[in-house]
């Protein structure tokens, strides 16, 4: 059997042990920590069989937000490119930063006021992202607290 270059580079590359990712590295470098806001440049709107959302970049990591993370409102593909033009700088607040993955999971939807801001206005939502970043934290916080409660009060310590 003989192996054209591409599938030797490949197979060597597969049996050769784990380096970090570049993306790996990108991320940590960010060094984000959920809750964060960050922004994001769109790099393409996309659909397929099993999701549609965006892709974006931000400062040299590639990621996507799922229509289920841009909106409370239920979102169309046109919705979206209504929504998203390539090039557009957004905010999105960071939901999970996974090192091991590695993966950057955003979200503009917690974002929004009202279910629905990001279709009407996303440039009112981008506008107060750092607000509603610190009421997400707080709600977060608060939500701890009381499942700390509950398991305190149940007797578990």
Request: no cysteine; proline share 4%; glycine share 6%.
């Amino acid at each position: 059997v003989q192996l054209n270059s591409f599938t030797a580079e490949y197979a060597t590359e597969a049996l050769s042990p784990k380096q970090p990712s570049q993306k790996k590295l990108a991320l940590q470098a960010l060094g984000l920590k959920a809750s964060a806001i960050v922004q994001a440049v769109v790099t393409e709107v996309y659909t397929n069989a099993r999701a549609k959302g965006v892709k974006v970049d931000v400062k040299g990591v590639r990621t996507n937000i799922s229509s289920s993370n841009v909106s409370h409102s239920p979102l169309t593909l046109e919705d979206l490119n209504k929504i998203f033009k390539k090039g557009d700088t957004i905010k999105a607040l960071v939901l999970s930063v996974d090192l091991v993955e590695p993966y950057l999971g955003l979200s503009t939807k917690r974002l929004e006021s009202t279910p629905g801001d990001m279709l009407r206005d996303p440039q009112m939502v981008y506008a107060s992202a750092e607000e509603k970043g610190v009421i997400f934290i707080q709600s977060k916080a608060n939500e701890t607290a009381q499942k700390l409660n509950s398991l305190m009060a149940s007797g578990i310590q």
